[in-house]
């Protein structure tokens, strides 16, 4: 397709089209990366470890749809936490101390439903 440009305007076609396949993929991915908007909060209550917020509730406040939320593993207890109405990932080693896999809300959803 780019080549036709190419032979369109007079111009000899490239030598490396490996080159401008990458970059073309390249676009594509920034393109689709930046269009998904999906954001990485923090959560951490160990004050040696940075995190955005210190309890999984605030973090999860602050989220919008398609979102994740990384618990950094802590030797404090982290508070109890309720998704409502969005489809966040929670993960982490600091999300269960029982290190359960990640949970995204909607599992939670089809999992109450289905009790």
Known sequence: MLLGVYFQQGLPPPQNTH????LII??????????ARATVRTVSSNPSTLGQF??????????????TVYVYGSPNIYAGFSIVDKAITV???????DKKPAINSDSVAARRNSQ
């Open 91 to 97: 993960l982490g080693p600091g999300w269960s101390p």
């Open 54 to 67: 210190s309890t999984i509730q605030a973090a999860i406040d602050a989220s919008i749809a398609g979102d």
């Open 26 to 35: 390249l676009t594509m991915t920034l393109c689709a990366a930046i269009c």
């Open 19 to 22: 080159t401008m396949k990458r």
